[in-house]
């Protein structure tokens, strides 16, 4: 599978403030997922990013894909509570493995 | 559809019992995989299957077997349970390179 890094590994911020999670790769990815895990909870898939450059959006979550596809960020706006919980970025290089970063942990202090 | 099924949802086993986790999913995918997570440690791959018959070791196969004797069940057995498998381990479904369906989770202290 792909490796892939993510930082912060945690983040704390007062509800109302943004929060950017990175995900990186020292190889091209072919494609990059973001999932949500909520405490005591599994993880839930988000959003898949496929072209080189792209940019989704989900409400107040921004999702990107680096233009050499080697990086991804998710960002989201004017936090809130329900936003705690892990973010997970994953590839799928060869469609035969789905590598998982090591996630960021947010806590959304009201 | 019930999605992806795991049981048990809490296990607990003294050092060098054996054990199997069960996990079953309704919605014909080809790809399964199970997870474990441990603090800080991500989600990592323990083995996986692109479909019966066929599985494959991911990245901490050690300890684990896997068989793919069906296209819905896919269980994952702990040969002889060590403290160091204590974790949450996580089943999981897709197509191709789809959405990833997780189930539940398992959690599972080795004494």
């Known amino acids: 599978g792909q490796q892939v890094m993510q930082i912060p590994q945690y983040q704390h911020v007062q509800e109302g403030e943004d929060f950017t999670t990175y995900c990186n790769s020292s190889?091209?990815?072919?494609?990059i997922q973001w999932y949500k895990q909520r405490p005591g909870g599994h993880p839930v898939f988000l959003i898949q990013?496929?072209?080189?450059?792209e940019v989704k959006k989900q409400k107040r979550l921004t999702f990107q894909f680096g233009e050499a596809k080697k990086n991804s960020s998710l960002h989201i706006t004017a936090t809130q509570t329900t936003d705690v919980g892990t973010y997970f970025c994953a590839s799928s290089g060869s469609a035969r493995q789905l590598t998982f970063g090591s996630g960021t942990q947010l806590t959304v202090l009201p | 559809n019930a999605g992806v099924t795991q049981t048990p949802k809490f296990q607990v086993l003294k050092t060098g019992q054996s054990m199997t986790l069960q996990c079953a999913q309704d919605m014909n995918h080809e790809y399964m995989s199970w997870y474990r997570q441990d603090p800080g440690m991500g989600l990592r791959l323990i083995h996986y299957s692109v479909g019966a018959g066929i599985t494959d070791q991911g990245e901490v196969p050690n300890g684990y077997n896997v068989s793919r004797s069906t296209t819905e069940d896919f269980p994952l057995r702990l040969l002889s349970a060590a403290p160091s498998q204590t974790s949450v381990y996580f089943c999981?479904?897709?197509?191709?390179?789809?959405?990833?369906?997780f189930g539940p989770g398992t959690r599972l202290l080795v004494l």
């Open positions: 190889t091209t990815l072919s494609n």
């Open positions: 999981a479904s897709r197509k191709t390179k789809e959405t990833q369906y």
């Open positions: 990013l496929v072209k080189s450059g």
